[in-house]
Every structure is written in structure tokens, then in C-alpha cells.
């Protein structure tokens, strides 16, 4: 940005501080308008404008690198940074956790030659073409384009693993879903899930066998109705109107905006029960909520941001999955939903049979057919092939053989084609790895949140029970919305739950939700 800031006039801790403050603020300018780009991509445009916007978004994002790493930036925040860390004390402590964001995100850019980074932008552009195409192809057609994205993710995370010291170069690249997930031990963390949840899977089935299956849901779900309980519920969560919007996108459901301005999009199908636009309207919703609950005095600035994807996972799912899957919660939506889509004495709608819709035990080897249970192992097979080929570990030819074997590991069960194995989800293709292996860490998030708030207010089922979500917002708001980026997604975890992230509330979680059905 070549415009001269004139801020002399306003009190800095250092010299220079004051125009990095305009330099990233501008920054967020351009953050801001590609995520409006992206929403309205996924709503209002007329599809004969699809190349032109993702040309548009790409060039956008090649100027955020641009001026990110640009010469005068470096040298500024060089300066600032050696002040700041020579009179700590002069400094607040949201501004020192300013300035070390604002060299987290010109690490992570300037660690990337910009042939390596051009490039990968063009593989996020490409990529969701080239999955469709590959659904009519063998994996050696697949396999060229396969091999071109993982050396190109290699090359990015052994750059990034020079630059932040990681242990592998896989984990250089979770960084970008956590600032700090270099301090656990992720391994460790999977692994002891493993066995106790394989078990649980058998006894859920048994369980399940032993019962005559949920009815379907039946009724009339047109789309005016879903979207005005989608709303009423999203007003409920705590979600204000007055700065966002709920919109119905025909893609993927995503939260996108600014602060002032957050658009949820979710999925709404005419044909389609209420049940899965409604937890796009919860997940999505979380996602929303965080964004309008960022701290206001620094929402130009990089520590006024979003923890990132563990953490916006984290809020999604305790939503979604972990309190909208609740006994409780179904006690309060059935009621409504009768209203709504008018079925009253409608014996699908009664809330135990909405219960038990969503906790069914599905054994399939596609990851969006799957329960909230299995989808574990879903996200663990990813997380150890993935693993291993950025490492290194695993030749592309060799994958489709790998994913059937860690399949018949995890699941029990290999897939019949390549399009129920590796070839069942866009990431790889678009060069996002680590977004569904890391979901798993965002369960685990979740579930020790949950436990959390439950302690503090043991009256939270009914609470939910009567859609009060005040008290869980109220406590979010000021143990994670609040404080920004000012501390680490798995220190603010430690700090709001009192233990360090840990399996062991995910699997009692799991263990009463489909054995002993509590909370």
C-alpha cells in the first residue's frame, strides 16, 4: 500500500507501531472484500460469472501476499517487533499480542516463494474441476494431477517447517488451523480414541439392532418454512440481524462477511426434511456468532481475528452436534417444527424419534453419509494418509491401496470404488490438507467445552430444553469471542476448561449419547 498513514498524532509504544496498525488494517480491507466475493459467489451470481469471480478473488488474493511480504512491511515490522521485545513493558497486552500475529501472518506468507504461492492459488481455483472430472476416471488419469498438488503442498510445508521449527512438515501446515497446535501431541490424541471407540461403535450397533428403527420423517418442507424456523433459531442463538443475514446458497454452507456485515449461508432444499438445513443453521450459525462477538476496539487489526478453523470447528460442532443433538433440544424444536410445517398429532415429529434420527449408526464408507460417531474414524483415516504423504512416507500410486487398508482398520469395511474412497471429497484435490483430519481435535474441543458449561450451570439440558442460549453464548462471548487472537486456541481451552485438550470428554461424551442417552 503506497498511501502514507498519518497517525503521528496517536500515542504508539513504538515508533512505526502505527503504521503497521494501517498497513494490516488495509489488510483486513482486502480479507473482508474476498469474503463478500466468496459469499455472493455462492448466492446471487449468475453462474456465466463463475470464472470471471474466481479471477477476481485470485487476484485479490495475490495482493494480500503482495503487500504482506512487501519489502517495507518487513523491514517495519523488524523494527517494531525489536522494540517491542526491548520495552515489553511499555507495551498493553493486546498490542504485544498484535504485533506477534502480525508476524505470524507475514511468516506464514513470506515463508512461500510467490511461485510456490501463485501456484497454489491456482490449484484452489482448479481443483473442484478437476474433482468432478476425476469421478469419471481411473486413478491412473488421477494420479499426474494428485502427485503435481502433493509436491506442491511438500514444498509449502518444508518452507513453513524451516520457518516455525515444527517437528514435521505436515504439522507446519495444521498451523494454519491453529497458532499453537505445534504443542500437542496429535498422535497420541487419536490413538487413544481408537480402541474405546471401536468398542462403543459395536455396542451402539448392538444397541441399535436390538430397537425397532426411528419412522422417517414425513410432512410438507417447503422452503419458507424451513427458512423461517432456521431464523427464529439463529435469533434464539443470539445472532443479530441488524449486522448479518441468513441466505440459502445451492453449494456449500459457509460463514463468510465481516463483523459488521455476517452472512450465514446454509442449504435449504424444498424436497429435503428440515433436520439438515436446520444444523447448517446451527453449525453455521456458531461460526456467525464468533464473528459478530469479536472484540470491536480491534476488528481491523490481526488480533481482533478469529482463532481460525480449530476453533470456529470447535463453537460449530458444541452447536450443531454436541447440544443440537441433544434429547433436550429436540424437545424444544419438535414443538415448533409441529407449528411450522403444520403436522401436528405427526407421530415423526414426536421428539424421541427426532432423537434417534440423528444418532443412527451408519455403516458406510462415504464420510457425509455418516454419524456423528463413525465419522471419527472417517477423519482419523484422513489424518494418517494425509500424514504420510506430505511426510513423505506415502507414494501417490500407492494411495488408493492405503486408503482401503487403514478403511478395513478403522471401519471394517473397504470401498467398492474409487469415488467411496479417495476420490469422495474435493480437499486434496484443491490442496486444503488438514481441514478434515484435524476435525477430530475440534470434537475433542467441543465436547471439553461442553462439560465445562455443564459444570458451571448444571441446569444447562433444560436450559437448552427451552431454547434459552443466553447463558451458553454469554459464556463463549467472554471466554473465546472476546478475546480475539489476544491468546492460543488450546491455551484459551485450557483456560476456560481447566485441563489441557484431552480425549477423555469426547469419549464419555459419545459413551451417553449412544449407550446411556444422558445430557
Not at 379 to 394: A, C, P, S, T, V
Request: hydrophobic share 35%.
Amino acid at each position: 500500500m503506497t498511501d502514507k498513514p498519518n497517525l503521528q498524532t496517536v500515542s504508539e509504544p513504538a515508533e512505526g507501531y502505527n503504521d503497521l496498525k494501517f498497513y494490516f488494517s488495509n489488510l483486513n480491507t482486502l480479507f473482508s472484500i474476498r469474503s463478500t466475493l466468496a459469499v455472493d459467489m455462492m448466492t446471487a451470481m449468475p453462474q456465466g460469472g463463475l470464472s470471471r469471480r474466481i479471477h477476481d478473488i485470485s487476484a485479490i488474493t495475490k495482493r494480500i501476499y503482495a503487500e504482506t511480504t512487501t519489502p517495507a512491511v518487513t523491514k517495519l515490522l523488524d523494527k517494531v517487533e525489536s522494540a517491542a521485545d526491548a520495552n515489553s513493558g511499555d507495551w498493553s497486552e493486546w498490542d504485544l499480542a498484535n504485533i506477534k500475529e502480525m508476524r505470524r501472518i507475514h511468516s506464514h506468507l513470506a515463508a512461500v516463494p510467490p511461485d510456490l504461492y501463485i501456484a497454489s492459488v491456482q490449484v484452489a481455483n482448479e481443483g473442484r474441476k478437476r474433482h468432478a472430472a476425476a469421478q469419471n476416471q481411473t486413478w491412473d488419469d488421477v494420479a499426474p494431477y494428485m502427485q503435481q498438488v502433493v509436491d506442491l503442498a511438500r514444498k509449502m510445508a518444508e518452507k513453513k517447517q524451516e520457518v516455525f521449527g515444527t517437528d514435521t512438515a505436515y504439522r507446519a501446515l495444521l498451523l494454519g488451523y491453529a497458532n499453537d497446535i505445534g504443542t500437542i501431541s496429535i498422535d497420541d490424541l487419536y490413538e487413544n480414541l481408537i480402541d474405546p471407540l471401536k468398542n462403543l461403535r459395536h455396542a451402539a450397533i448392538d444397541k441399535q439392532q436390538g430397537q425397532p428403527p426411528p419412522m422417517a420423517l414425513e410432512g410438507d418442507f417447503s422452503r419458507g418454512d424451513q427458512m423461517w424456523l432456521n431464523k427464529t433459531v439463529l435469533e434464539m442463538m443470539g445472532f443479530d440481524f441488524t449486522r448479518g443475514s441468513l441466505q440459502i446458497t445451492a453449494l456449500s454452507p459457509m460463514t463468510g462477511g465481516s463483523t459488521d456485515d455476517a452472512r450465514v449461508l446454509v442449504r435449504c432444499g424444498s424436497d429435503d426434511t428440515f433436520l439438515d438445513s436446520l444444523e447448517d443453521t446451527l453449525y453455521q450459525g456458531a461460526r456467525g456468532l464468533y464473528l459478530q462477538n469479536l472484540p470491536q476496539d480491534w476488528k481491523t487489526q490481526p488480533v481482533g481475528q478469529n482463532l481460525g478453523t480449530l476453533m470456529q470447528n470447535a463453537l460449530s460442532v458444541l452447536y450443531e452436534t454436541v447440544l443440537g443433538r441433544t434429547p433436550q433440544f429436540f424437545d424444544f424444536i419438535a414443538v415448533r417444527a409441529e407449528g411450522v410445517f403444520r403436522q401436528f398429532r405427526n407421530e415423526s415429529f414426536d421428539p424421541e424419534n427426532l432423537y434417534r434420527l440423528r444418532k443412527i449408526v451408519v455403516d458406510t464408507p462415504i464420510r457425509n453419509e455418516a454419524d456423528e460417531l463413525s465419522k471419527i474414524f472417517h477423519d482419523l483415516l484422513r489424518y494418517r494418509i494425509e500424514k504420510d504423504l506430505i511426510n513423505g512416507d506415502l507414494a501417490i500410486k500407492d494411495l488408493p491401496e492405503r486408503w482401503n487398508a487403514e478403511s478395513e482398520d478403522l471401519l471394517g469395511k473397504k470401498p467398492q470404488t474409487l469415488q467411496q474412497g479417495p476420490l469422495q471429497n474435493p480437499d486434496w484435490f484443491t490442496g486444503r490438507f488438514g481441514f478434515i483430519a484435524t476435525n477430530t481435535l475440534s470434537h475433542m474441543m467441543a465436547a471439553q467445552l461442553h462439560d465445562t458449561l455443564f459444570e458451571k450451570d448444571n441446569d444447562l439440558p433444560n436450559h437448552v430444553r427451552n431454547g434459552n442460549f443466553t447463558a451458553i453464548g454469554a459464556a463463549l462471548n467472554e471466554d473465546i469471542h472476546n478475546k480475539g487472537r489476544k491468546d492460543g486456541t488450546l491455551s484459551l481451552i485450557k483456560d476456560m476448561t481447566g485441563e489441557p485438550l484431552s480425549e477423555k470428554a469426547l469419549i464419555s461424551h459419545l459413551e451417553r449419547r449412544y449407550l446411556s442417552d444422558k445430557r
